[in-house]
């Protein structure tokens, strides 16, 4: 069965450094998400992607966050200066169509800023 | 006001029985509205969505929806341990979906 699948699963930067957190969503879905879930908290919408632009993004998203879909495969999201705050698990999803029923999610990449 | 709201729990059902799940939401633009599983230390898995007024059944799960009271609910019948887990009710406007905090259910044997 198709899954999303995200790279790398633990990732460790120091405060200032910026990350890169790759996913390689489901081949034949249109739209892409990005999630953020800090320890013991719920999972928080950060932006979504469709047709190689942000189609909607939450107050979380702002100027030290960007998204790319560098090639047909990967979906990127790139922290450009981390803050300890940032410390939390990313998820990625993708969907295959308009509705959002169908959002597949991945494993994760939990990152530990330091 | 929280934009989506549950009971932490934990809730604790026997093996067999009904566990009964309940959200809230404030935004009445509120489109469709979703419930996902997620075991500790892993991702959100979907168990169902619903989009109109009424109940939904999959299986061992319903999902009931109430636009006017602004409520979703998820009926878990003949539960079993493995579905010990948090529940997460999400609701979407556009491409933005807001989750709650979830409540965390334990199926005792």
């Known amino acids: 069965e198709p899954e999303v699948t995200q790279t790398p699963s633990h990732q460790v930067t120091q405060m200032g450094q910026e990350v890169i957190l790759r996913c390689v969503p489901i081949?034949?879905?249109?739209?892409f998400y990005w999630y953020r879930q800090i320890l013991g908290q719920k999972v928080e919408f950060l932006v979504s992607?469709?047709?190689?632009?942000?189609?909607?993004k939450s107050e979380i998203f702002d100027d030290q966050f960007s998204v790319e879909r560098p090639d047909g495969s990967n979906f990127t999201l790139k922290i450009r200066s981390t803050k300890l705050e940032d410390s939390a698990m990313y998820f990625c999803?993708?969907?295959?169509?308009?509705?959002?029923?169908?959002?597949?999610f991945g494993p994760g990449t939990r990152l530990t800023v330091l | 006001q929280k934009e989506v709201e549950q009971n932490s729990g934990p809730l604790s059902v026997p093996e067999g029985a009904i566990a009964s799940l309940n959200c809230t939401y404030s935004?009445?633009?509120?489109?469709?509205f979703f419930w996902y599983r997620q075991y500790s230390g892993k991702s959100p898995e979907l168990i169902m969505f619903?989009?109109?007024?009424g109940d939904k059944e999959d299986g061992r799960f319903t999902a009931q929806l109430n636009k006017a009271s602004q409520y979703v609910s998820l009926l878990i019948r003949d539960s079993q341990p493995s579905d010990s887990a948090t529940y997460l009710c999400?609701?979407?406007?556009?491409?933005?979906?807001?989750f709650g905090t979830g409540t965390k259910l334990q199926v005792i044997p």
């Open positions: 619903i989009y109109s007024n």
């Open positions: 999400a609701v979407t406007r556009g491409q933005k979906v807001t």
């Open positions: 081949s034949n879905h249109l739209y």
């Open positions: 999803a993708s969907a295959q169509g308009l509705d959002t029923d169908t959002q597949y």
């Open positions: 935004d009445r633009g509120s489109q469709s």
């Open positions: 992607f469709y047709n190689n632009e942000i189609s909607e």
